[in-house]
C-alpha cells in the first residue's frame, strides 16, 4: 500500500471518528464529511497515475476528474431522491396529512395501544422512512399516552419498528434506496424476502416488550383532540385526506413507475412531486379566491425551505468520501479480507455489518460494502443475492440494537428524553434477540423457500 494511499485511509479514519463524536466536539457531521470528501480527492489528485493506468499528462488529469463526475453522478441520484422524499412528506405532515393516522390509534388497552403503534410504525417506516416516521408517531403518542413510563417502552418500540420497516421496503431507509439505486436489489426481491424476516425482528420484542404494559390508559382527550383536528390547518378535511393519499400513495407508486418505465427511481420520486406540488397550488388558489387574506405559508415554495439540508450534504460528504476509498482500491481489499476471513460465509459478514451499525452510521458502511463487493453474474453477490437482502436487513434492523445506532433512535433519544444506559438495560437486549431471530427466519426461507441465484 503507498504512502499516498495511507494518507487517504487516515484521513478518512480521522474523519469517520470526528463524526462518530459529533456529540463531544459539537462539530457537525455534515461539515466533517465536507472536508473528508475533499481531503480524500484532493490526496487523490497527487498522483492519480498511481491509480488510474494508461493516460499522462492532461489526459491523466481529466480522466481522474471524470471518475469523480462520474461518482458524483451515481451519488446524485441517492441525493435527489431523498430530497424529493424529505419535501412529499412535508407537503403532507404541514397540511395535516398525518391527522388520520391519530383518529385510528385510540385504545384503552396498554398492550392494544403497543400493538397499534407496532404495526403503524413498521408500515408507516416502510412508505416514508424510519426518521420521520418516528417523529409522527411520538407526536401522537404524546397525545395518546400521558404516563411517561408508559411512553419510553412504545417509543422504544417505534424506534425497532420504524428500523424493521424501512429494511423490507426499498424506499423505507437510506441504505435501502441507496442499493435499490444502485441496483443490487430489485423492489420485489426485497420485499418477497425480507418482509418475514423484518415482522420477525418487530414481533418478538414487541412481546416481550408488552409483558411490562398492564392495564389500561388513563386520562386520554382522543375525542376533544379530534375536535380540535381542523384547527390552524388551511385545508379541509377532505382536502387533508387528498394530499395524504397523493403523497404516500404516490411514494408507493415509485416502484411500480421504475418498473413500468425503467428509469431510475429519483426520476420517479420527482414525478409524485410534481403532481403533489400541482394539487395544493389548484388547493391555494381555491382558499385565495375564498378568503384574500389566507396565508401560504405551507405552500411547496416555501416548504422547501424547511428540507434538512444539513443531512443531504453529510450524505453526500460520506458518499464521495467512500467513493475515494473505492476508486483507490481499499474497498476491494477489504472485501476480500472479509471473505478469506470468514471463509466466504455472508451470514456472519451481514451479521456483524448490523451489529456495527448500532454503533456507527450505517450509511457508510453500505457505502463500502457496494464497494467492496462487485455484482456478480450468479450466487450470493448477484443481483437480489444473499449478501445483499441479508445487507439490506442487517445495516437497518442492526441499528435498533443501541439507541444511537439509527436517525430514528437519535431522534426519539432526544424527543422523549430516553438515556443511552436505560435503553441499553431495558431494551438492547430485546432487540439483539428480534435481529437474529430475523437473520435465522431469512435462512429458513432462502434454505427452504427461495434458492439463491445460481
Not at 386520562?219 to 397523493?246: H, M, P, Q, T, Y
Not at 454503533?359 to 448477484?382: E, F, H, K, Q, S
Not at 437482502?389 to 445495516?395: D, E, F, G, I
Request: proline share 2%; aromatic share 12%.
Amino acid at each position: 500500500m503507498s504512502s499516498l494511499t495511507i494518507a487517504i485511509v487516515v484521513v478518512f479514519v480521522l474523519g469517520y471518528l470526528f463524526i462518530a463524536l459529533e456529540s463531544i466536539t459539537k462539530v457537525n457531521k455534515a461539515a466533517v464529511a465536507l472536508l473528508m470528501f475533499v481531503a480524500c480527492w484532493a490526496l487523490f489528485m497527487i498522483n492519480p497515475g498511481s491509480y488510474i493506468s494508461g493516460f499522462t499528462g492532461n489526459e491523466l488529469v481529466n480522466e481522474a476528474c471524470n471518475a469523480i463526475e462520474r461518482h458524483l453522478g451515481s451519488t446524485s441520484t441517492t441525493l435527489f431522491f431523498l430530497m424529493g422524499a424529505m419535501t412529499i412528506v412535508e407537503i403532507v405532515d404541514q397540511n395535516g396529512g398525518f391527522n388520520w393516522v391519530q383518529s385510528r390509534m385510540f385504545t384503552k388497552s396498554k398492550r392494544g395501544m403497543l400493538w397499534k403503534i407496532a404495526f403503524m410504525t413498521f408500515f408507516l417506516s416502510a412508505i416514508l422512512d424510519n426518521l420521520t416516521t418516528s417523529i409522527v408517531m411520538i407526536m401522537i403518542l404524546r397525545k395518546l399516552v400521558h404516563e411517561h413510563k408508559d411512553r419510553i417502552i412504545y417509543a422504544s418500540l417505534v424506534i425497532i419498528a420504524a428500523n424493521a420497516g424501512g429494511a423490507f421496503s426499498p424506499i423505507g431507509d437510506v441504505t435501502t434506496i441507496m442499493l435499490w439505486n444502485k441496483g443490487v436489489i430489485t423492489a420485489l426481491g426485497v420485499i418477497s424476502e425480507v418482509f418475514i424476516p423484518s415482522v420477525v425482528s418487530l414481533v418478538i420484542p414487541a412481546l416481550i416488550l408488552q409483558t411490562q404494559l398492564k392495564g389500561e390508559l388513563i386520562d386520554n382527550n382522543v375525542v376533544a383532540n379530534d375536535k380540535r383536528e381542523g384547527e390552524g390547518l388551511d385545508f379541509s378535511s377532505i382536502e387533508r385526506k387528498v394530499i395524504f393519499f397523493i403523497g404516500v400513495g404516490g411514494l408507493m407508486f415509485v416502484p411500480v413507475f421504475k418498473s413500468l418505465t425503467n428509469l431510475p427511481p429519483f426520476i420517479g420520486i420527482l414525478f409524485v412531486l410534481g403532481v403533489l406540488w400541482t394539487i395544493t397550488e389548484v388547493f391555494y388558489h381555491r382558499l385565495h379566491k375564498i378568503n384574500s387574506e389566507v396565508t401560504f405559508q405551507k405552500r411547496v415554495s416555501n416548504l422547501l425551505s424547511r428540507i434538512d439540508m444539513t443531512t443531504i450534504l453529510f450524505f453526500l460528504g460520506i458518499l464521495m468520501a467512500v467513493a475515494c476509498l473505492e476508486e483507490v482500491g481499499i474497498l476491494t481489499s477489504l472485501g476480500s479480507t472479509l471473505n478469506t476471513t470468514f471463509n466466504g460465509n455472508h451470514y456472519f459478514v451481514t451479521g456483524i455489518i448490523g451489529v456495527v451499525s448500532s454503533i456507527v452510521d450505517n450509511v457508510p458502511l453500505v457505502a463500502g460494502c457496494m464497494g467492496m463487493y462487485p455484482i456478480a453474474p450468479t450466487g450470493d453477490i448477484a443481483v437480489d443475492g444473499l449478501f445483499w437482502q441479508l445487507l439490506a436487513y442487517c445495516a437497518g434492523v442492526g441499528g435498533s440494537i443501541l439507541i444511537i445506532g439509527s436517525a430514528a433512535g437519535v431522534v426519539v433519544m432526544g424527543l422523549e428524553k430516553i438515556t443511552f444506559g436505560w435503553y441499553m438495560k431495558k431494551v438492547s437486549w430485546i432487540a439483539f434477540i428480534g435481529y437474529i431471530a430475523g437473520i435465522f427466519s431469512y435462512w429458513l426461507i432462502r434454505t427452504y423457500l427461495f434458492t439463491a441465484p445460481l
